[in-house]
């Protein structure tokens, strides 16, 4: 199939119908099998999966669909973007495999950037055919996020012994008691992470009800060393592992995943990104994982050292792109 003129005038969409939102999931599916590289973050995810209407609304998200026959029945989903205005703003673009080189990214990265000239749109894996879109259409790099894994098994899989600070103590989250304590030890970890930081109750509900949160992998660091009523001891630092369900037609799950970590900027200096990070690497180990990934932003050098030291390299990189930079 060819341009088509519709094309040029895509309706941004506040909501999306459940029919619709379980097409773009199975799209994304589709195309993480292609690419070998999923095209949708996780919140998207979660944005897709929300399909009453009545929570939808309590989102600012925008959806664009481009459909081989659009307003039919039976139309087909070629492709898909998500915008987020108020995330500076951000976009994803996700195009079906079978119809690439028809005009379909071009199509909706032109149209994102009608509707909201400052946006900036992710590129997750950087692939060809994104980087082939982005020059095309006069686009440049302006962040990139590295994918960092080490392996937990076999050779140059040791990690250091890494003691916890006098008058520290590590023990798991608790579901019902902790929420309000680490979002804001989160907020002020990430006060200048354009995502992270922003984190709501909401969305740590969220993800507490996914089938692969546990809490036994969400580790507390605590400041015992002057604890007294009514004031409990303080969260000092914390490392939430992710353990995603096994993939079709795969027994076990053999990577997981450095999800959160954070130190309390009152406690920088103290060694406790360390601590933290060593904490989780051997309970990720002892559930019998090969490997471990993480995501970090790719000027953090001082992160990045520090990853380098206990092992990590990277693996792959997400690109964020924007226009007249």
């Keep these: 199939?060819?341009?088509?003129?519709?094309?040029?005038?895509?309706?941004?969409?506040?909501?999306?119908?459940?029919?619709?939102?379980?097409?773009?999931?199975?799209?994304?599916?589709r195309t993480s099998m292609h690419d070998g590289v999923r095209p949708l973050s996780e919140q998207t995810v979660l944005d897709l999966r929300r399909l009453d209407s009545a929570t939808a609304t309590d989102t600012p998200t925008k959806h664009l669909l481009v459909q081989d026959r659009p307003g039919e029945v039976d139309a087909r989903l070629l492709g898909y973007a998500h915008v987020e205005p108020s995330a500076g703003p951000s976009a994803e673009v996700v195009v079906n495999p079978e119809h690439r080189r028809q005009g379909v990214g071009t199509a909706l990265v032109r149209r994102i950037l009608e509707l909201w000239p400052g946006a900036?749109?992710?590129?997750?894996?950087?692939?060809?055919?994104?980087?082939?879109?982005?020059?095309h259409l006069g686009l440049d790099p302006v962040r990139d996020l590295w994918q960092m894994s080490r392996p937990l098994s076999g050779e140059w899989s040791d990690l250091p012994d890494v003691p916890l600070p006098d008058g520290f103590?590590?023990?798991?989250?608790?579901?019902?008691?902790?929420?309000?304590a680490w979002l804001q030890v989160n907020a002020r970890s990430f006060a200048a992470h354009p995502e992270q930081g922003r984190t709501t109750a909401a969305d740590l509900a969220e993800r507490i009800a996914e089938p692969w949160f546990d809490p036994s992998g969400f580790l507390l660091i605590e400041d015992r060393r002057e604890p007294t009523e009514p004031h409990p001891?303080?969260?000092?630092?914390f490392h939430w592992t992710k353990v995603e369900p096994a993939e079709p037609g795969h027994s076990?799950?053999?990577?997981?995943?450095?999800?959160?970590?954070?130190?309390?900027?009152?406690?920088?200096?103290?060694?406790?990104?360390?601590?933290?990070?060593?904490?989780?690497?051997?309970h990720l180990r002892a559930r019998g994982l090969d490997a471990v990934t993480l995501y970090v932003d790719g000027d953090n050098g001082a992160a990045i050292a520090t990853y380098h030291r206990l092992g990590f390299e990277r693996s792959a990189i997400d690109v964020m792109y924007a226009a007249g930079t």
């Design 1 to 29: 199939m060819g341009a088509d003129a519709s094309r040029d005038h895509l309706p941004p969409q506040d909501h999306l119908a459940p029919r619709q939102s379980a097409e773009v999931l199975a799209l994304a599916v």
């Design 120 to 135: 900036r749109l992710w590129a997750h894996g950087d692939l060809p055919a994104a980087l082939a879109l982005a020059a």
């Design 169 to 180: 103590a590590v023990r798991h989250f608790e579901v019902g008691r902790d929420e309000q």
């Design 233 to 237: 001891p303080r969260l000092a630092a």
């Design 252 to 282: 076990t799950r053999t990577s997981g995943e450095v999800y959160v970590l954070g130190v309390d900027p009152d406690y920088q200096g103290m060694g406790l990104g360390k601590v933290a990070t060593v904490l989780g690497l051997r």
